[in-house]
């Protein structure tokens, strides 16, 4: 469906460069959602350590 105009060649780089950094962006997001909810798990399981040592 893409519509190569060889007088706008920067059009198409320009949507390159837009579509890789959004994906770009995604990753990075996800990454930094998983990293931080596995320390919100870390967090709770050292919580519960914590409490079962206070319970003993």
Do not use: A, G
């Not at 950094?21 to 997001?29: A, F, G």
């Amino acid at each position: 469906m893409h519509k190569t105009q060889v007088n706008e060649p920067n059009k198409e780089c320009i949507h390159h460069l837009q579509k890789s950094t959004v994906s770009d962006w995604q990753q990075s997001w996800i990454f930094f959602f998983s990293l931080f909810f596995w320390i919100q798990n870390y967090n709770v399981e050292i919580d519960i350590k914590r409490s079962n040592l206070q319970c003993r």
